[in-house]
Structures are given as structure tokens and as C-alpha cells.
């Protein structure tokens, strides 16, 4: 299909800009010699795996339902296996790694079969679930690791995603950790960033030297989480490839990385309608089929303002506004809910009903998180192809009422 065809509202990821973030992860990975894993949760459109698939080293799953997504569709197509391996006919499978605060007992057995990598929360959880992973784990099937807390946190303001942050659930605290770690235990893992540059994962892990450096004797790999927002333009590469090469060599053990954004950062846009336009008490608020709270939860949950394309400024919904160059209108959706505002932009020329915008940055935690509060329509999801052509255009998904109704 082509641009013309496409409908409101609509996800499309876009191939060419998924490629250039994959080739600065595929230089990250030959040059420092550390492994590098999709986090799902950020981003889940199995349409573009077997891409993915032939840049990365697999997936990290927040549950049975990503790891059984990546088991079966997070593989390169044959034809692209860059594994080095003479292809027999069967792809190279990628490595499947899977961490839940708590594990289902029903469960296990079913991560034992189809996951590589399992880390545990607690040595409660590693216990509990002993008697199904261990057969798995002595077999060479699985590899076992145990979360750490560091209590380092590295943000502020931004609680809700800060691992180490007071009363926080997730890892062991060195405290309730035993000095040896416990049978069948290869690996650690820690996770204290959310969008951030280098430096806070250099200080985080100089932290764990200093605080737990008798475990780091005691494993061959280490996992050090997400958050690394590698393909953003101001991150320093060069600086992350130093840092994990020294480790490498100062510890022999193998290094993973798992981000998520940085996988689809600026890969994805959502286009959406301009349905009407309201009289408010002080600019005009443009009502649009997209909805921040259906369709782009972290706008609220964060908050943040997403970028509008042909916008001169941007504000939250609650911040103040004057002046400038164009007019400020305020983008909100036909949901019910009074608080379902996008944000407010400065525009260079009043919308009129009937005009597309286009969000920006809309692949990562958009699809995954959406929702259909008010019974309102999921939007499609589009592939745009790096090619030109009248096909550039590939429908992936479109959601209907039943969509709807079988959630419920």
C-alpha cells in the first residue's frame, strides 16, 4: 500500500531508521565483545525479529508470554543467518533470556524448555524453583543467575522507574545475599538506568566493584540491565567500548547488555486525525483519534510531551504558556476522560479539521503498553519498508471490534 492508503490512527515503524540504530549496536557488539539482547518489553513487533535477529544475540522477556514470542519468532530468515555457522537448512535460534520478580510454579518447566538464560529475584525464588530448573541447568539446557540491588540509584524525579529506589522490590541487597553463591548460580545480573548516556553505567558498576566484588569472582557472565540509550546522537560509543572491553579483560566473564528504546529509538511515528476543534477557555484544543491514554500511556505516566512534527515548541498539558512565533493549540482526544491531553504545542499555522499530524518517536512503549479504555479503536500497525516503491507500505495489523470484545 502506499502513504495515501494508510488510516488514522496508525503506528508505522520505519525500516531504514531500525536499521541505522541496529548497525551502531552490531559496532557496539564487534568491537567490545559483549552480547547484546532486545528487551521486549520496550518493544515487541515480531514482524521486524528476523531483522533484529541479525544484528542481536537475542531477547529479554518479562514473562512466559515474551519468551514464547521470541521461542518462535525471534530468528534471522535463513537466507540472512549472519551466525558464521554453514546453514543446514534451520536457522541459528538466538539466546532467549527471561526475568520475573516472581515466577508462576506452573510455569518453570515451560521457561526451563524454552529459555537459555533464567535470573531470579530472590534466593527464596531460586529455591523454590530448584527442583525444575536444576535438572535443566546440570544438562547445560539453561544458565541460572540471581539479581542484585546495587542501591545505586542513578536518576532522580523518576521513581516509578528507578530500580534502587527506596523500597524497591527488585534484586537482592548485598545484605541478604549469601557469601557463596548458591549452587548452579553462573551469573548476575543489575539494572539501575532509564534513558540514560554512558557514565551512569561506568558509575553504577564501579559501585558493584566496590560493593559485591567477591560475587564477581564467583560468575562467567554478567548482565548490566537496560536503560543505555546507545543510539541516541549525543551518547558516547567510543566511551561505552572502552569501558566494556576493560571489563572484559580485568574479568573474563561474558557481558550483556539489554536495552530495549534503544532498538527503535526514532523509529517509529503515529499519524493521526484532526477531528474537531473546541473553543477552550484560553486556546483552541484540537480533539484527535489518537489518544495519549489509550494509545501512548507514558505520556501520562511519566509525564512527557511527545514530539510533533512541523511543532516550534512543546509543553505539558499543565505547564504554563506564552507568546512566540505561530499559535499555541492544545492536542486532546475523543476519550471521556478530562485528562487525556497530549500536550500543548506552538505551531507555525492554525490545523484545520481533517489534517493529519504525526507524532514522533512512537515504536518504543507505545504498542506494547496501549489499551482500549472507552472501548476506542487500537490503532494499525504499519511496517514502512527501506525501499521505494508503490508497496512501501506493509499493513501488519488492524484491530476491529472483536479485538475489543475478546479482552473482556
Known amino acids: 500500500m502506499n502513504r495515501n492508503e494508510l488510516r488514522t490512527p496508525s503506528y508505522i515503524v520505519q525500516e531504514g531508521a531500525l536499521k541505522h540504530n541496529l548497525e551502531i549496536l552490531k559496532k557496539v557488539r564487534e568491537e567490545s565483545g559483549c552480547k547484546i539482547l532486545l528487551a521486549q518489553k520496550a518493544f515487541s513487533m515480531y514482524r521486524t525479529y528476523p531483522l533484529i535477529a541479525e544484528y542481536l544475540d537475542g531477547t529479554t522477556a518479562s514473562g512466559i508470554f515474551e519468551a514464547k514470542l521470541a521461542d518462535e519468532e525471534f530468528k534471522p530468515s535463513c537466507e540472512n543467518d549472519n551466525t558464521g555457522k554453514e546453514n543446514s537448512g534451520t536457522c541459528e535460534k538466538r539466546e532467549n533470556h527471561v526475568f520475573e520478580p516472581a515466577f508462576h510454579v506452573d510455569e518453570m518447566k515451560e521457561l ?51 530500580p534502587c529506589s527506596r523500597g524497591s522490590r527488585l534484586g537482592i541487597r548485598k545484605a541478604n545475599l ?69 571489563v572484559k579483560e580485568r574479568y573474563g566473564f561474558d557481558i550483556y547488555l539489554e536495552p530495549g528504546e534503544a532498538i527503535a529509538l526514532n523509529a517509529g511515528i503515529l499519524i493521526t486525525i484532526v477531528m474537531d476543534i473546541v473553543d477552550s477557555d484560553d486556546i483552541p484544543t484540537l480533539i484527535l483519534d489518537a489518544s495519549a491514554s489509550c494509545h501512548m500511556p507514558d505520556v501520562i505516566e511519566m509525564p512527557y510531551t511527545p514530539p510533533l512534527e512541523g511543532a516550534i515548541e512543546s509543553k505539558l498539558g499543565c505547564e504554563p504558556f506564552e507568546g512566540g512565533e505561530g499559535m499555541w493549540v492544545r492536542l486532546a482526544s475523543r476519550t471521556c476522560l478530562a485528562g487525556d491531553i497530549i500536550g500543548i504545542y506552538r505551531v507555525p499555522q492554525m490545523p ?49 471490534y472483536e479485538d475489543f470484545k475478546e479482552r473482556l
Open 112 to 162: 526451563c524448555e524454552i529459555c537459555s538464560h533464567i535470573y531470579f529475584n530472590s534466593i527464596s525464588q531460586l529455591e523454590l524453583h530448584r527442583p525444575v530448573w536444576e535438572p535443566y541447568q546440570k544438562a547445560g539446557k539453561v544458565k541460572i543467575a540471581l539479581r542484585i540491588n546495587p542501591e545505586f540509584s542513578t536518576q532522580e524525579g523518576h521513581e516509578i522507574y528507578d
Open 178 to 246: 549469601p557469601e557463596i553463591l548458591p549452587e548452579g548460580v553462573t551469573g548476575l545480573h543489575f539494572h539501575t538506568m532509564c534513558e540514560q548516556n554512558v557514565q551512569p553505567l561506568i558509575e553504577t558498576f564501579r559501585h558493584v566493584e566496590e560493593n559485591f566484588p567477591e560475587y564477581l569472582k564467583q560468575v562467567s557472565w554478567i548482565n548490566m540491565g537496560g536503560g543505555h540509550h546507545i543510539t541516541r546522537d549525543d551518547y558516547e560509543v567510543d566511551k561505552l567500548v572502552s569501558f566494556l572491553k576493560d
Open 352 to 400: 484545520k479539521v481533517g489534517d493529519i499530524l504525526t507524532f514522533t518517536d512512537m515504536a518504543i512503549y507505545s504498542m506494547v503498553k496501549n489499551n482500549t479504555f472507552n472501548g476506542m479503536p487500537l490503532p494499525d500497525i504499519v511496517l514502512e519498508k527501506d525501499e521505494n516503491s508503490d508497496d512501501r507500505y506493509e499493513l501488519v495489523k488492524r484491530f476491529g
